[in-house]
């Protein structure tokens, strides 16, 4: 039995689904069932019920997560107390966040934050908000950072910096020449839309509910993965998208794209981590430099 057997077998057991438990761990499917197998053939006990796409833990596997997670954890906790003693020369951080958070805020701050300490080794995974709120609760990821609070009472949250959401046209869109659009108007155009599980599609949703507006009337013409999709489909198509001001600054300044003013609320990009876990050195002085930057 070794370290990144367990490390796999626990991401099997969040997930109960092999292929995105891969996903999650940047592994192919393949090597993710081959590590579950073994430990399986080597204690001769089954740790999850086939059931066709999905799995379900077996009474063992159920045993098995609780004795998992205490030895990972400790395993952890002894890398930290090494860091310490290093005086940040050596060590690791694992940074889960968010598609917006992770694709266009972050990645410049995470950068001179490497610089500022080489002997870190860091990693940055980016999922949508479900996905980097699950990394935190496995372990795979030390710290995550989302956009906006979550429901969890394993989390600790710390707000960073505030962010806006706004709703984007491009030029074909007859919005285009518009000032200001009314929340009433946004069933009167198809949109584009990030994934269920999206921080800002729910977001946009929740403000069209406090605005007594059906989500369900709303026309979602195409769901994309990613900022970065939504805006070059902006700029092609007749569709409105809400994004966060990071992700379309230059295109508003360069006059590509267009933001007509529509109220919405603001958010926040937030900090999250596992109450559990006692942070290391390396998270502490990455949590501090993040709370000295800039929006």
Known sequence: MTFEQLRIFLAV?????????????????????????????????????????????TEAGALLVTEARVILRRVKQAEQMLDELSGLQRGSLTVAASETVGSWWLPARLTRFASAYPGLSLGLEVGNTAAVVAAVLAGTADVGIVEGRVDDARLAQTILVRDQLVLVVGPGHRWWSREHVLAQEVTDTPWLMRESGSGTREAFFDALRQAGID????????????????????????????????????????????????????????????????????????????????E
């Open 215 to 294: 989500d369900k009337a709303v026309t979602v013409r195409l769901t994309l993965p990613s900022g970065a999709a939504i805006r070059a489909a902006l700029a092609e198509g007749t569709c409105a998208a809400i994004v966060s001001r990071h992700v379309v600054a230059d295109a508003l300044k360069a006059g590509r794209l267009h933001a007509p003013r529509f109220d919405l609320p603001h958010r926040h990009f937030v900090l999250i981590r596992h109450l559990d876990r006692t942070p290391g050195a390396a998270e502490r002085a990455f949590t501090q430099y993040l709370a000295k930057g800039e």
């Open 13 to 57: 057991a969040d997930h109960l689904h092999f292929t995105r438990a891969a996903e999650a761990l940047h592994l192919t499917q393949p090597a993710v069932s081959a590590a579950v197998a073994a430990l399986e053939e080597a204690r001769q006990v089954r740790l999850f019920h086939r059931l066709g796409r999905r799995v379900a833990l």
